[in-house]
């Protein structure tokens, strides 16, 4: 199948989170089943910083209402996957991907509307005619759309699938103000009583299947209270939605060859995770305590990670004899509060606001616990990095991570971390309380949960087998 896989970041290349993760091991995953698979995204600074790529075709130019747009197609090659990259500096040459760091962008609707019809034409002026034009997320909900009104002919058997990484962001904006939609009367249909229009509403209202990244999580879009409030929209695609559950690059996430570690080990020798240990909490300025219990929490600093119901109980937690470290860039509100707290416990609690690939190894490693309390979590990837490092992992059981965490309650023989259900303070701090005993008084069954942690395989090739069937059902027909 030849498929164009249409999405804003991608590891490596630019990356905020997990969607960057997806963006790369999927389409990598697919090529390996033999399929044709290009992605577009945008010519971020971050990547032409990195890399100066040369332009593939001559200067495209794209007619929205009175303006013109000029840009350019870069190319490079991801382990043997494409990557057309649109090059529109006055939209992309920005020092952040969404936002200056404290706010969105104001023309963000501008610029991603425009990426998801200069990702079509790129796909005609490379003349790849696509069977599923794969979109990720709001910032290229529009594409299902921006096809189905195509009037070239070009599309005329292509097929649009829209993955769902985050139900929660869905690029709402004031329609008045996206000139570049302007000639696109019709999406006047789509106008809340506000006027504002919505990205990933109607990338589902107009995409031939949507998927989420968990089975779990697309049941939880079905329902009212997970729906983030487009409850009527996924009940009325309901026979189209579907989830399939992202993998975990055993490749790059392996710690027994894992060049970011002072010292690589597997499940059948641990001495080396000790020492990973050692070194963070050296690295960090944690006392270098070896039976200390080490919770690492790594991740954006949002709301939908949890700090809602972590962040009044910190202080309650860090009385026992426990070390947490937090390493995570986001909402200056939560790092404050971080930072303030870290200072009353300096021996106890690290923060680093930081986003470094070599931590997040380390953190992985040198962790005994990783932390993922979430108030909603589409697939999450960190749970699964954490336990093929050995490190056990505490979550809330929401989404992808009651697909993926077995809870040592419910499954004593088959556990592999520890879950909790409401989304309060007090279940996230008995639930971290269940663990501490857990580790203090049955090291060697801790041990035991380690290594059936590290077994547990969620492979790129098993999500890209389900992708595959998911384009397959996206085809007409006959077909
Ligand atoms: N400070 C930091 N330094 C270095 N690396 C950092 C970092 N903070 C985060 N990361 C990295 O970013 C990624 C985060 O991935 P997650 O899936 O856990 O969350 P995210 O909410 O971004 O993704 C959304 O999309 C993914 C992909 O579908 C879903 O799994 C998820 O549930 C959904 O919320 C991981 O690779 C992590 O290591």
Same mark, same amino acid.
């Given at each position: ?75 490079? *090659? #991801?382990? @043997? ?6 090059? %529109?500096? $006055?939209?992309? +040459? !920005? =020092?952040?991907?969404? &936002? ?119 049941? *939880? #879009?079905? @329902? ?6 487009? %409850?009527? $929209?996924?009940? +009325? !695609? =309901?026979?189209?939605? &579907? ?237």
């Amino acid at each position: 199948m030849k498929i164009l896989f249409v999405v804003s970041e991608v590891e490596d290349l630019a990356k905020t989170g997990g969607l960057a993760d997806v963006a790369k091991s999927l389409p990598i995953a697919l090529k390996a089943l033999g399929h044709d698979v290009r992605i577009v995204k945008p010519y971020y600074k971050q990547l032409a910083d990195k890399f100066k790529l040369p332009n593939l075709t001559d200067e495209q130019h794209l007619q929205a209402g009175d303006k013109e747009y000029r840009f350019n197609i870069k190319g490079l *090659e #991801l382990e @043997t996957v494409p990557v057309y990259c649109i090059d %529109y500096p $006055e939209y992309f +040459h !920005r =020092a952040g991907l969404y &936002s200056d760091g404290y706010e969105a962008f104001g023309d963000n609707a501008e610029r991603f509307a425009f990426f998801s019809k200069a990702a079509l034409q790129a796909a005609v002026a490379i003349d790849f005619q696509p069977d599923v034009v794969h979109c990720n997320d709001w910032h290229t909900a529009l594409c299902p759309y921006f096809i189905k009104r195509d009037q070239s002919g070009f599309f005329a058997r292509t097929h649009t699938l829209l993955t769902i990484h985050n139900g929660a962001y869905q690029g709402v904006h004031r329609f008045a103000d996206i000139s570049f939609l302007r000639p696109h009367g019709e999406l006047a249909a789509q106008i809340d009583t506000h006027g504002n229009l919505n990205f990933l509403k109607t990338g589902i209202q107009f995409a031939d299947k949507i998927n989420a990244v968990s089975p779990n999580y697309a049941r *939880e #879009l079905l @329902t009212p209270l997970g729906s983030h409030s487009l %409850y009527h $929209e996924f009940q +009325h !695609r =309901a026979n189209d939605v &579907s989830g399939i559950l992202n993998g975990c690059d055993y490749q790059q996430w392996d710690p027994a060859t894992d060049p970011h570690l002072p010292a690589n080990y597997t499940g059948e020798s641990l001495p080396g995770k000790g020492l990973c240990k050692q070194a963070l909490q050296k690295e960090v300025g944690l006392p270098e305590k070896p039976d200390v219990p080490l919770i690492g929490m790594l991740c954006r600093l949002t709301e939908q990670k949890g700090f809602g119901y972590l962040l009044p109980v910190l202080n309650q937690l860090l009385q026992h004899n426990v070390q947490l470290l937090v390493i995570g860039t986001g909402d200056p509100v939560i790092s404050d509060v971080l930072q303030f707290n870290a200072a009353q416990f300096p021996d106890k609690l690290v923060f680093r606001n930081d986003f470094s690939t070599r931590m997040a190894h380390l953190l992985e490693a040198g962790s005994d616990f990783f932390l993922m309390p979430s108030l909603f979590e589409p697939c999450g990837l960190n749970q699964m990095y954490s336990l093929a490092y050995g490190t056990i992992p505490i979550v809330r059981a929401v989404g992808g991570l009651r697909d993926t965490v077995l809870d040592l309650q419910t499954l004593p023989e088959q556990a592999t971390g520890f879950m909790f259900e409401a989304p309060d303070s007090s279940a996230l701090l008995n639930c971290v309380r269940r663990a501490m005993l857990f580790y203090y008084e049955y090291p060697e069954h801790f041990k035991q949960m380690q290594k059936r942690a590290m077994r547990q395989k969620f492979t790129w090739y098993d999500a890209a087998l389900n992708y595959q069937a998911l384009y397959q059902h996206c085809q007409p027909m006959d077909n």
